[in-house]
């Protein structure tokens, strides 16, 4: 079976092709045409098949994800979006919650809403937390409401209503009205999006359907086209933000879920790395073109969280972004990456990100007219980029152009030379990924001495020795095909149905016959699904869990359900699980207080997909000298620019040892090793950077065991 993972990016596109019978692996990474993500993969595919239609028809399977989704929250590059909500609770957006992240900042900073105050409107109607209709919906005035709208000029609308989870009938009544009057709209129900409770993050994630929707449904249309069009007849899967499978369909109206598609792949790569190196904890670092993300993988496995925030303001802190009420991989997620842009701010001061140069016009180095000086300019004026290898040698970089970037509008205003410069973009870049990394640590009670970076993307093999010295992590490892690692990911993922639904109730007073009826036709709709994408049905299994807390209390915790059939007798079992996990959170337990359910889930999943894969023998030459000359790189520890070898990656042979500073370099990605750092080469190829080394012995000097 051919199988191909598709990760379309910020600035790259990158393509993984494997052969599960031989584990033949083909990698290929192209710019992404941001105007029209479509036309890269197209680039992508063909330079890695060929323009041979009947390649195109050998691939079974085609398994993609994307950061634009992220990237155009990031950037406020969505749809104009209105929110429709209960009289008196438009503003629920903006209100948020009385928690404040720093308790005493007087300037504090919050994101803005993706709908601004004059496209939000209140709506006559109110359904009781029972599910009973207390008010009728104005129909009316939803119509006129809508037809406004349309007529301004607006592309989408988000409808959140109280209490819609346990009776979505109004929000029905709403589509219906739009389909009608507005057909053209867009349309997100909070009932079919996000069915729970909680106001603000319920709205905050249909708010967020609505504003991606446009761009994700017309980029995955034109992207199935381009690939029938090839020749391609096998099935075509998106991967979700919790790094399950779902079809295009799904991600087309429920764009939301794959808000973290593409960091899940590379956090499923990192857990398959975890798992095969044995290895109970590591840390995916994940550094693109336009964002940097970080997850903690333990036993394997990345930690999966009902929710999470995107676009984070201030300081890394847990309560200063947009919250997404979808189940996601956790982790966090900063505009840092190899196109941020660099500038002085009003206080003299370097700021780097969160907008990005992107791959059009790209960073100044780029020379396809950008001005601003970014990451990569900065990385290729310290000496870690080769201006004749980027991209293995196809795209040809300008070291004028990034040195003229970087004067003008750094170097000049702060009144520093050029290097001085480029530094301080290189090294606040790793101050602030350190940070957001030391911030999620921490806030999981982790240590960071404990995790090994595990590094990938672009830029992440650049930047992940300083990242690593300044968090205190004590090696970097560095996968083969690092640069598209994340696709690679998207081969380990499994195919997954998951479904949430808001249900609150005291535990000792829960309608059992109710409950087991929604989990029962829950997971058969799952299974359902399964089946008919391929999967055989004793290979599907479920998870049955659900968020339960003491009553009165704000927050929740997911814990597993019993198997079978759920009643009285389950109480005392539910409540034991719900202990031991509150205590190993916080410590204690409050045995006094009852506890009650707020929502039910159910995952349906098949089995995860072996990946088998061998180094591509083509490119891989051990017979030929590891070492491919030196260049300048820059240094501090080391008293500045240094003399620093290079070694080309597909000729460095299992076992080899090379002593910082050193520069290693492959097709899609830089390894830079500083100079109290060593390197080996494992069995599976990958480069693993051990920061805890000092002084290493004569015989294991540069290049002794480099081949």
């Known amino acids: 079976m051919l199988r191909m993972g598709i990760d379309i990016g910020g600035t790259f596109t990158d393509l993984v092709l494997v052969n599960d019978a031989s584990g033949e692996l083909w990698i290929t990474k192209v710019l992404t045409t941001y105007s029209d993500p479509a036309v890269g993969v197209s680039e992508a595919v063909r330079q890695a098949l060929g323009a041979s239609a009947r390649a195109m028809r050998s691939i079974d399977i085609v398994i993609h994800g994307t950061t634009l989704a992220t990237n155009t929250v990031i ?103 739009a389909q009608k009057s507005a057909p053209n709209m867009r349309v997100s129900l909070s009932s079919r999006v996000a069915p729970e409770i909680k106001e603000y993050e319920r709205t905050s994630t249909t708010v967020c359907n609505a504003y991606i929707q446009a761009r994700v449904d017309t980029y995955l249309r034109r992207l199935e086209d381009e690939l029938r069009v090839g020749g391609f007849a096998g099935s075509f899967f998106m991967i979700q933000s919790s790094g399950g499978l779902i079809t295009a369909e799904t991600a087309r109206e429920h764009p939301v879920r794959i808000l973290e598609s593409g960091p899940a792949g590379g956090a499923l790569a990192a857990a398959q790395y975890a798992r095969s190196a044995r290895r109970d904890a590591i840390l995916s670092f994940d550094m693109g073109g336009t964002t940097a993300k970080l997850a903690v993988i333990n036993n394997g496995e990345p930690l999966v969280a009902p929710g999470f925030e995107v676009d984070r303001v201030y300081r890394f802190a847990r309560g200063s972004g947009l919250p997404a009420r979808v189940p996601a991989v956790e982790m966090i997620e900063i505009g840092a990456g190899g196109g941020s842009i660099a500038r002085v701010d009003s206080l003299g001061l370097i700021r780097v990100g969160p907008d990005s140069a992107g791959a059009d016009p790209g960073p100044a180095c780029y020379g396809r007219g950008g001005e601003d000086p970014t990451v990569t300019d900065a990385d ?156 055989a049905e004793p290979e599907i299994n479920t998870i049955r869990s659900c968020d339960i807390r003491y009553e009165g209390q704000g927050f929740e915790v997911k814990i597993g359900l019993p198997d079978g059939t759920l009643g009285e007798g389950s109480v005392s079992e539910i409540r034991h699980r719900f202990d031991a996990r509150y205590e190993d959170l ?79 370099e492959e097709r899609e990605s830089t390894v830079v090793v500083g100079p109290d750092a060593r390197l080996t080469v494992d069995e599976e190829r990958n480069l693993v950077v051990d920061l805890a080394h000092r002084d290493a012995p004569a015989r294991e000097r540069q290049g002794d065991h480099a081949g």
């Not at 639904?501 to 929604?518: K, Y």
């Not at 359902?528 to 999967?535: D, E």
């Not at 491919?628 to 070694?647: N, V």
Request: charged content about 25%.
């Open 75 to 177: 950037e406020r590059k969505g749809s104009m979006t209105a929110l429709l909500a209960t009289r008196g609770h438009r503003d629920a957006l903006e209100i948020r919650r009385e928690h404040r992240y720093v308790m005493y900042d007087v300037l504090i900073e919050m994101p803005q809403p993706l709908a601004p105050r004059h496209l939000r409107f209140d709506v006559d109607e109110r359904v009781s937390a029972r599910g009973e209709v207390l008010a009728p919906l104005d129909t009316a005035q939803v119509e006129r409401l809508i037809r406004r709208l349309a007529e301004r000029g607006t592309e989408a609308v988000a409808v959140c209503f109280l209490h819609s989870y346990r009776n979505p009938v109004h929000e029905e009544a709403v589509l219906e009205i």
């Open 586 to 664: 916080y410590g204690r337990t409050v045995s006094e207080v009852g506890l009650e359910v707020v929502n039910w889930r159910i995952v349906v999943h098949g089995p995860r997909p072996h990946l088998r894969t061998v180094s591509p023998s083509r490119q891989i030459n051990e017979r030929m000298a590891a070492t491919k000359g030196s260049r300048p790189a820059y240094f501090p520890d080391a008293g500045g620019f240094i003399e620093t070898p290079l070694f080309d990656r597909y000729r460095l042979p299992v076992g080899a040892v090379v002593t910082g500073p050193a520069i290693v």
């Open 380 to 535: 290729l004026l310290l000496g870690y980029l080769d201006a004749g290898y980027f991209l293995g040698g196809t795209m040809k970089l300008s070291v004028e152009s990034a040195r003229r970037a970087v004067e003008k509008r750094l170097a000049d205003r702060l009144g520093v030379d050029v290097t001085r410069a480029a530094w301080g973009i290189h090294r606040l870049v790793n101050e602030n990924m350190a940070g957001a990394a030391r911030v999620h640590l921490t806030d999981r009670g982790e240590d960071p001495i404990s995790y090994p970076l595990f590094a990938f993307g672009g830029a992440g093999p650049v930047h992940a020795y300083g990242v690593a010295k300044i968090l205190g992590s004590p090696a970097v490892v560095v996968p083969f095909g690092a640069g598209v690692c994340s696709a690679m990911g998207f081969l380990t993922a499994p195919l997954s149905f998951e479904y949430v639904q808001g249900w609150h109730g005291r535990l000792a007073n829960l309608e059992w016959e109710a409950i087991n009826s929604f989990l029962s036709s829950t997971e058969q709709r799952g299974r359902l699904m399964l089946r008919r994408a391929g999967v």
